[in-house]
């Protein structure tokens, strides 16, 4: 019988202190060392998830290495030193308050890594949603291959809008039949955190309702955040297969929870003459069998520059999205204009006002709709890096529940 692509795991959390213990993923805040010396400032002498991870802020240090032999200690020192409570066979249902009052709820279990594959053109029933830069996994094997254990800021998305998932355990919690396990604030405005132990008697029910997700389509579950981190962990298994590191933690949640929103992450191009930049656009979709059009429902790609704000409507695109469009075209453009500098960024304003300065442009386009996720990610395979973001960045998941993967 096939595994399923989602179960419940040898969870443990700490017996005290969740104020100081829980910490934002390691890949935010990476230009703000300050912030990182403030949560070890809060932190103190407490045991905390911190010692236990490398801010990316950190990861041009010259000596690597011992922070890494620190990181390793540390995770031996608490699970030697009986820090931990141990939730044998265990889900963890918890709810989020995010910085902007709303609540987001999700499920912590282990998902099979040998059903998930990151390649572009992967058929696995557990997906990345965006490319995967591979020059960033080497770095962070080298940070788990020696670890002990792990701790998950990988999130995953449940295509789920009949609600067959999630939303059954919250009514369960709501009607008092959990047990609770934390209820805390986060550090440095990250919001609230509670988390509780689903009852075992409900485990086959949502080992099958998320099984059931995959039924008649490709994938079962996508990667929304932290695809780089399953992907490490996915290397590490397949450079030493265990049966305990075929498994990685991670949080389930619903695509359709009211919580969760897609905001567009849009392009600038800098030290470029923009006119130029608008003319080899429109070559290059001339090159590729696309037609520009006045038809309003065709895909839409707005061009601003200082003297220029052009919206064009695109028949057979390249890419079934706007923003896998441009960022085709920009991988072009960039093969041929070394010297040109690209940036992504969140907000039309401030686009607009950076394609506003001189030798500078900017793409607009519409966001992906939920409902376009995963055909999308079917049909045209993994989309580009930096298609969308789910939230702001202290909306990111904190590290919290850990695991043993030796």
């Known amino acids: 019988m096939k595994n399923p ?64 032999d620190s990181i390793n200690g540390t995770m031996r020192e608490y699970l030697d030193n009986g820090i931990y409570n141990e939730y044998k066979n265990a889900f963890i249902y918890v709810e989020r308050i995010q910085s902007d009052g709303r609540r987001r709820c999700g499920l912590v279990g282990k998902t099979d890594l040998e059903q998930y594959d990151y390649s572009e053109d992967s058929h696995s029933a557990i997906r990345a949603t965006e490319k995967t830069v591979l020059e960033r996994i080497p770095p962070r094997v080298e940070i788990r291959k020696g670890a002990p254990t792990e ?82 962990a996915k290397a590490c298994h397949e450079l030493m297969p265990t049966e305990i590191n075929r498994y990685a933690l991670a949080e389930v949640i619903n695509l359709h929870s009211d919580a969760l929103e897609f905001e567009p992450i849009y392009r600038v191009a800098e030290n470029v003459d923009p006119s130029s930049v608008l003319s080899a656009f429109k070559d290059f979709l001339e090159a590729c069998g696309a037609k520009l059009s006045d038809d309003p429902l065709a895909q839409s790609v707005n061009f601003v520059s200082k003297d220029t704000n052009a919206e064009l409507h695109i028949q057979n ?43 500078s442009c900017g793409f607009l386009y519409g966001g992906i709709e939920k409902s376009e996720l995963f055909p999308a990610v079917e049909k045209s395979g993994t989309l580009p890096r930096k298609t969308f973001s789910m939230g702001h960045a202290r909306d990111k998941r904190y590290y919290t529940e850990v695991r043993k993967i030796k």
């Open 151 to 232: 701790l998950p800021h990988i999130m995953m998305l449940a295509d789920d809008p009949n609600k067959t998932v999630i939303e059954p355990i919250t009514a369960l919690r709501e009607n008092g039949e959990l047990e609770k396990l934390y209820d805390f604030e986060l550090m440095q405005g990250g919001g609230h955190l509670s988390g509780w132990l689903v009852p075992e008697k409900y485990h086959g029910q949502i080992v099958n309702a998320i099984d059931a997700l995959g039924k008649g389509r490709e994938i079962t579950l996508a990667v929304g955040d932290g695809n780089h981190s399953l992907a490490t």
């Open 5 to 68: 692509v989602f179960s419940p795991a040898d969870i443990l959390l700490p017996k005290n202190n969740f104020e100081k213990w829980s910490v934002i993923a390691c890949d935010q805040f990476t230009s703000r060392p300050d912030y990182w010396e403030e949560c070890s400032r809060i932190a103190g002498d407490s045991p905390s998830a911190l010692r236990l991870i490398y801010p990316e802020a950190f990861l041009g240090e010259k000596d690597r290495s011992a922070r890494i």
């Open 317 to 359: 695109p390249p890419h079934s999205l706007a923003v896998g469009t441009v960022q085709l075209f920009l991988d072009s453009f960039m093969g041929k204009n070394p010297d040109a500098m690209i940036d992504y960024i969140h907000g039309e304003e401030e686009v607009i006002s950076i394609a506003g300065k001189d030798n």
